[in-house]
């Protein structure tokens, strides 16, 4: 250890496989990537599509389980998790914000910020709660229903419910995929700020670069590999980055 700030690791995967199918027909997702996500850091998963990034974030985050390989949430390996313990980590270590914000239509904005917590029977830190509504601006909007709001509005509300429950890990998948270019920066520079203020950590995937450049660094996946990391990214650099793996026509 040369510096006092070495990051801990909130996500890993080693080795990882994922063969979708069989036969002829299979598919090699995942053909053995190791990455870890620093705690305390925004990271962009970034590749074309049909690289793996869906299948490596759903990996990392039990919702899909390796063909070989491991994956950890912080210390625990997933592989090692039966089904109920696997959901029980995913309820409390995990915060999710996917493209179509799957907020719950009967309820009420501020019940499905609660959500996780209320399915976890946990109370919950009033000021945490308080300070992520706040923070995603729905203070005059609790008590509306997702049918009321607008797109970033319900996607501000996943991200204020992923991040209720204090998770180890928010990973987002496309999250501003659904979003025009400024609603998609605002739900960005909340994730970023987010992390940045409060030093919880966000993975998330993207083919976008101006999106991947609002993460601390950026991973690169092409077939199924990783193929190249970036620090500090900015739009254009990600950009250049990504014209290397297009196929020439
Ligand atoms: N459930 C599935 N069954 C079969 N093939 C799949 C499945 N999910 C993804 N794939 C294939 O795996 C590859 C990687 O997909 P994915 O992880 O979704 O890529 P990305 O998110 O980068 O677009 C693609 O070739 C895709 O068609
Ligand atoms: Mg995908």
Same mark, same amino acid.
Not at 28 to 46: E, H, K, Q, W, Y
Not at 79 to 93: I, P, Q, W
Not at 119 to 128: D, M, Q, R, Y
Not at 140 to 153: A, V
């Given at each position: %250890?040369?510096?006092?700030?070495?990051?801990?690791? =909130?996500?890993?995967?080693?080795?990882?496989?994922?063969?979708?199918?069989?036969?002829?027909?299979?598919?090699?997702?995942? !053909?053995?990537?190791?990455?870890?996500?620093?705690?305390? +850091?925004?990271?962009?998963? %970034?590749?074309?599509?049909?690289?793996?990034?869906?299948?490596?974030?759903?990996?990392?985050?039990?919702?899909?389980?390796?063909?070989?390989?491991?994956?950890?949430?912080?210390?625990?390996?997933?592989?090692? *998790? !039966?089904?109920?313990?696997?959901?029980?980590?995913?309820?409390? $270590?995990?915060?999710?914000?996917?493209?179509? &914000?799957?907020?719950?239509?009967?309820?009420?904005?501020?019940?499905?910020?609660? *959500?996780? *917590? !209320?399915?976890?029977?946990?109370?919950?830190?009033?000021?945490?709660?308080?300070?992520?509504?706040?923070?995603?601006?729905?203070?005059?909007?609790?008590?509306? +229903?997702?049918?009321? *709001?607008?797109?970033?509005?319900?996607?501000?509300?996943?991200?204020?419910?992923?991040?209720?429950?204090?998770?180890?890990?928010? &990973?987002?998948?496309?999250?501003?995929?659904?979003?025009?270019? +400024?609603?998609?920066?605002?739900?960005? #520079?909340?994730?970023? #700020?987010?992390?940045?203020?409060?030093?919880?950590?966000?993975? %998330?995937?993207?083919? @976008?670069?101006? =999106? =991947?450049?609002?993460? !601390?660094?950026?991973?690169?996946?092409?077939? #199924?590999?990783?193929? @190249?990391? %970036?620090?500090?990214?900015? =739009?254009?650099?990600?950009?250049? $980055?990504?014209?290397? &793996?297009?196929?020439?026509?």
């Amino acid at each position: %250890m040369t510096t006092a700030t070495a990051l801990t690791t =909130a996500a890993r995967v080693a080795d990882a496989v994922k063969v979708y199918g069989v036969g002829d027909t299979a598919v090699r997702a995942l !053909d053995g990537v190791s990455v870890a996500f620093p705690a305390g +850091r925004f990271t962009a998963i %970034m590749g074309p599509s049909g690289s793996g990034k869906s299948t490596l974030m759903h990996c990392a985050a039990g919702l899909d389980t390796l063909t070989s390989g491991a994956a950890w949430i912080g210390d625990t390996e997933l592989g090692a *998790l !039966d089904d109920r313990r696997l959901t029980l980590l995913r309820r409390d $270590r995990v915060g999710f914000v996917f493209q179509s &914000f799957n907020l719950v239509p009967t309820l009420t904005v501020e019940e499905n910020i609660r *959500l996780p *917590l !209320d399915l976890a029977g946990a109370a919950g830190e009033a000021e945490w709660i308080d300070a992520l509504v706040d923070t995603v601006g729905l203070r005059d909007r609790l008590h509306h +229903r997702p049918s009321q *709001l607008s797109g970033g509005q319900q996607q501000r509300v996943a991200v204020a419910r992923a991040f209720a429950g204090r998770p180890d890990v928010v &990973f987002a998948d496309e999250p501003t995929g659904n979003l025009d270019s +400024r609603t998609g920066g605002e739900v960005l #520079g909340l994730l970023a #700020g987010t992390v940045r203020r409060t030093g919880r950590t966000v993975v %998330m995937v993207t083919h @976008d670069p101006v =999106a =991947a450049a609002h993460a !601390d660094e950026v991973v690169f996946l092409a077939d #199924g590999r990783l193929v @190249d990391r %970036m620090e500090s990214p900015t =739009a254009d650099l990600v950009l250049d $980055r990504m014209k290397a &793996f297009e196929v020439p026509s």
